[in-house]
């Protein structure tokens, strides 16, 4: 029996080695050229004013708000409202900066729930931060509502959602700023690597330059430019080694046309799961916002004795993820421990089946059986 994954990536191996060869054939392997040409590219695929190529999105997310907080004047301990169920460097990028994660709890979509998001809102609290958890847009027009009538700043974690769109448009484009990743088992696969999509043309200057250490000009850009003063660099402020290089966006650029079919087949294998898992007692799917198509980089169910189904799917030859453990159950967010009860009851109940484009049908059938023949079962009683 084959094992059947969580996460696979696929590359168009051929293509992307041949790109790589180029930026190696060439002899440069930084930024350069294949990042100037990923940024566009994904500008002109995503209909973005601006994108600038990192080396992940846990950087992209500290420089968003690192940005936005000089930008805007916040100061230290000022608050942004945040989800507990997400990878753990959306809440570190708060902190880095010296601000206050204020964890709001989520809704049936596992985003955040705008009701809650409005309860939290204080007299510090200066931006939102959503996370649009495994491609689901959840109710993100609520969400872009209720900051523009309570004037805080919109930042979305779309480190999931490359290709996911709300009400038929990118989502991005009612964010101040989006983040995406591009790490080895996302949608878009490099190997580690990320793209920050600001509105404003200003910051996206600034993020350029801090993601350059602060240097305000690039290496690239005086290799191009005529002149003999070209090793003249200013350093304004004290910016971050966090620009993506070459290789990884040669990777990208090669990977980026397949992407819609990519999400095509992604949602396929989700409707299948769908029809497969329907009506099975004990069996939750975790439901996509109904105006939202979503990238579908994660396929959710909510079942009970989840631990003890994990270890049976594992007998099974197929292993399953969660994503995420509540992050007010880490010890360095444990002061908001109990502040979101849904997250908390969900994160010990969901399941994230395997989803991938090396599944095939078959592959999809035989997880969502074994899954239901599991559940029907009751769980092996253990010797204590
Ligand atoms: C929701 C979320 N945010 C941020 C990140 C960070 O992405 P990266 O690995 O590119 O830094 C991840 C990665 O798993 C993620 O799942």
New binding site residues.
């Given amino acids: 029996m084959k094992d059947i994954h969580l996460f696979v990536p696929t590359f168009d191996v051929d293509t992307c080695l041949e790109a790589i060869g180029h930026t190696l054939r060439k002899g440069w392997t930084g930024l350069g050229d294949q990042t100037v040409a990923f940024e566009h590219a994904f500008c002109a695929q995503f209909g973005l004013p601006h994108a600038h190529f990192l080396n ?6 500290h420089l968003a708000v690192n940005i936005l907080k000089a930008e805007h004047g916040w100061e230290d301990g000022d608050e942004i409202i945040t989800t507990p169920l ?2 753990v ?2 809440n570190h990028a708060i902190v880095y900066e010296n601000l206050v994660p204020v964890f709001a709890d989520v809704d049936s979509y596992l985003c955040l729930d705008p009701a809650s998001v409005e309860a939290r809102i204080g007299p510090r609290t200066r931006a939102v931060m959503f ?1 649009g ?1 495994g491609g689901n847009t959840g109710q993100w027009p609520a969400i872009v509502e209720l900051c523009r009538r309570r004037g805080l700043k919109l930042i979305l ?1 779309a ?2 959602m490359a290709g996911s769109l709300c009400g038929g448009r990118n989502p991005a484009l009612s964010a101040d700023v989006t ?1 995406y ?6 949608n878009l696969p490099t190997g ?3 793209m920050i999509c600001f509105m404003d043309p200003a910051h996206d200057d600034r993020a350029r330059r801090l993601a350059w250490l602060g240097i305000d000009k690039d290496t690239y850009t005086r290799s191009v430019a005529p002149g003999t003063y070209k090793w003249q660099y200013e350093v304004n402020e004290v910016g971050f080694k966090y620009h993506g290089n070459s290789i990884m966006a040669a990777v990208g650029l090669s990977q980026l046309p397949a992407l819609s079919a990519d999400n095509a087949r992604r949602r396929r294998i989700a409707e299948l799961y769908s029809r497969h898992l329907e009506g099975a007692d004990g069996i939750g799917i975790v439901p996509t916002a109904p105006d939202c198509l979503s990238s579908r980089h994660l396929f959710q169910v909510e079942i009970d004795q989840r631990e003890d189904v994990i270890v049976r799917l594992n007998a099974a030859r197929i292993f399953p993820g969660v ?2 453990r509540d992050n007010t159950e880490y010890a360095v967010y444990r002061h908001a421990a109990g502040t979101c009860p849904n997250a908390r009851r969900l994160s010990r109940r969901i399941l994230s089946l395997p989803l991938h484009l090396r599944l095939d049908d078959d592959d999809v059938e035989r997880v969502a059986t074994t899954l239901r023949e599991i559940v029907a079962t009751p769980a092996v009683v253990r010797p204590h």
Avoid: I
Avoid at 181 to 186: C, D, E, I, R
């Fill in positions: 992940s999105a846990s950087g992209g997310l997400t990878f460097s959306t996370v958890l974690d480190a999931h983040v990743s591009f790490q080895a088992v996302k580690d690597s990320g994503h995420y």
